[in-house]
């Protein structure tokens, strides 16, 4: 594909060596300030590395996908707090942007995160002299808790310059007729990576928008019966090209879900599944290969009530996250069930369902009751909300 469009893939080494690679310890409490809001049960994930383990799902697609990018720098080894400016500000994601405010990301202190996205590594690989890589990490973000969604996971993010020689003859880099030939480089690049590892699959493009390109996209693919949305690209905004030594280039980038795309191939029902140590899990896979996933019987699930009146500054994922502090994997579920304004106060109250499920054993009712009884007191006590 890259060839066919008259890319030469290049191999080249980096002119400068990246700063913060894998030489750190998992726990990262010693980096967080008072205000953090990073729970242990995040922190604990940070090392675990999925995505550098070839037997594991999320190792082999990363394989895979690195497989259709030939020629492509791989980075998958830096560390995932990052500043602020590297995630946020280098990217052109203006102040007050929902990405970042403190109900969907964790702060490790007031100006550095877990990084919410791969893309935070593009401007500083960019300076680093790279014009073609993909840089692999885990990422987090508070979230809502259901099958599909977990506050830490994995992304990949690719980069692809070209420079005036690569471009049709006499566009310049900045030109019109240059961004064009990128975006259609970029579409047949990534559906050429999606048909080399789901085989043929039906797509669709569809607009999207993201600060830091222009124009910005998102590709579907129809899988068992819906459009499920894989990554989201476009072509690199001119000033972050300019501000990061690549201003004689025109590029694309983009960004994919590494669970997202597993679950597919591999048929996994749940996200928690990524992270179970269960062996009837782990062995099932083996490098370099795609299986369909054999589930094993569930454990019963117990479901727990919670009802409280709602604090003044209240976040759903307040309360997902400060669940997933108390109950880590044994919660598979939080969801809404009933809103209520009083008629005369006003004020809001919201009950929740919380669904505990092991995948690893039956819990039994005490030990779920005694999380309850703990979420009841980090309720009342943490959000400062009064239990009804
Ligand atoms: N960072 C985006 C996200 O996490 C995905 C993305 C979109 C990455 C467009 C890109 C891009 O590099 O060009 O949702």
Excluded at 104 to 121: E, F, G, I, M, P
Excluded at 311 to 334: C, I, K, M, W
């Amino acid at each position: 594909m890259l060839l066919r469009l008259g890319l030469r893939p290049r191999s080249f080494a980096a002119s400068t060596p990246l700063a913060a690679s894998l030489a750190w310890s998992r726990p990262i409490q010693h980096l967080c300030d008072a205000q953090s809001n990073v729970t242990p049960n995040i922190s604990d994930k940070i090392g675990v590395n999925h995505h550098l383990n070839d037997r594991h799902p999320l190792g082999i697609i990363k394989g895979l996908v690195e497989a259709s990018f030939p020629g492509f720098d791989c980075v998958d080894d830096l560390h995932p707090v990052v500043t602020t400016k590297q995630c946020f500000d280098s990217l052109m994601i203006p102040e007050g942007h929902v990405s970042r405010a403190e109900s969907d990301t964790y702060y490790v202190t007031r100006d550095t995160v877990l990084r919410t996205h791969t893309s935070a590594h593009q401007t500083e690989l960019l300076r680093s002299g790279r014009t073609q890589f993909l840089v692999t990490g885990d990422v987090y973000r508070r979230d809502e808790v259901d099958a599909s969604h977990y506050p830490a996971f994995h992304q990949m993010e690719g980069v692809c310059l070209f420079g005036a020689d690569d471009l049709p003859a006499g566009a310049a880099p900045a030109s019109a007729e240059a961004t064009a030939w990128v975006e259609d480089h970029l579409k047949a690049s990534l559906e050429g990576m999606v048909d080399g590892v789901f085989g043929p699959v039906e797509k669709r493009w569809v607009d999207a928008h993201f600060p830091f390109t222009d124009p910005s996209l998102e590709l579907e693919i129809y899988f068992n019966g819906e459009w499920l949305e894989v990554l989201g690209c476009g072509v690199v905004q001119r000033q972050i090209l300019d501000d990061n030594g690549a201003g004689a280039s025109a590029g694309w980038a983009f960004g994919l879900g590494l669970e997202r795309l597993a679950m597919v191939l591999f048929d996994i029902p749940d996200i928690r599944l990524f992270w179970s140590t269960d062996p009837r899990f782990t062995e099932q896979f083996a490098a370099g290969k795609v299986v369909q996933f054999q589930p094993f019987s569930k454990y019963p699930p117990c479901f727990k009530d919670i009802t409280f009146w709602l604090p003044d500054t209240f976040h759903e994922n307040d309360f997902a996250a400060l669940v997933r502090s108390v109950a880590g994997d044994l919660v598979e579920q939080v969801e809404t069930i009933d809103d209520f304004v009083h008629p005369k106060t006003d004020r809001a109250s919201k009950c929740f369902r919380i669904t505990y499920r092991s995948m690893e054993r039956s819990l039994t009712n005490d030990e779920v009751d005694a999380l309850q009884v703990e979420i009841r007191d980090a309720v009342a006590g943490e959000l400062g909300a009064e239990l009804r």
